[in-house]
């Protein structure tokens, strides 16, 4: 006779790889770790004093209702996204947006990023061609914002960095060509050069869509 455990062993062969193996004592299910949703409190570790500040900023707040809604009401566009500091900590989430959030004054700061595809010009560059031949070359940068937290967060200003980067990259691509080359492959060479930018502002939260020479 099979007894209880084999039986189980048996109807369950591949509960345990799946995290939802019966417990015996009361007929609870595992939960797979990786599907454990975990919500973080906005507060959460930010320390005793971070606590008496968040809460004398409430109090200030209902002090001075209901003129402190003009500080405290933010308007975030629906081509913008909010990326939100309470003490130095960014708040949960990530970005927040579209729509209306609450700011708490002398604890929270905002800073808003436009989704947008901007544009800018790369200046013109004085490049040596593989022949020896100087030629001055001008371009047009199409980026935008995909991921607005890493862009805050990881470079200080994204649409200067990235001109700065697609100056080098410019210059980096047209010295290995020959002035034959840059005149009859124009757009293999602005395909190049986006597919370089692409990946070195990728770590910026940037993406460049289109190079126009």
């Known amino acids: 006779m099979a007894t209880a455990s084999s039986y189980k062993e048996e109807m369950h062969p591949f509960a345990a790889e799946r995290g939802t193996l019966p417990t015996t004592a009361a007929g609870i299910r595992i939960a797979n770790p990786g599907s454990i949703d975990i919500r973080q409190s906005p507060n959460e570790g930010i320390g005793a004093c971070g606590w008496i ?18 500080l405290c ?23 927040k947006g579209p729509g209306l959030f609450f700011i708490l004054p002398c604890v929270d700061i905002i800073i808003k990023v436009d989704l947008r595809t901007a544009t800018f010009n790369v200046p013109p560059q004085e490049v040596l061609t593989r022949d020896s031949v100087t030629v001055s070359v ?19 200003n994204t649409q200067y960095a990235t001109q700065l980067l697609a100056q080098t990259t410019l210059r980096n691509i047209l ?7 840059i005149l009859q492959d124009r757009e293999i060479i602005a395909n190049s050069m986006q597919t370089h930018l692409d990946e070195g502002t990728d770590p910026w939260g940037v993406k460049v869509e289109r190079v126009e020479m």
């Open 53 to 70: 500040l968040v809460i004398l900023s409430y109090i200030l707040v209902v002090m001075t209702f209901p003129f402190s809604l003009c």
């Open 73 to 95: 009401i933010k308007v975030v566009q629906e081509y913008e996204r909010a990326v939100i500091f309470r003490l130095g900590r960014i708040l949960p989430g990530g970005a």
């Open 175 to 181: 010295g290995t060509k020959s002035l034959q080359e």
């Open 138 to 156: 001008d371009a047009v940068v199409y980026s935008r914002i995909f991921n607005p937290v890493i862009s805050v967060t990881n470079v200080k």
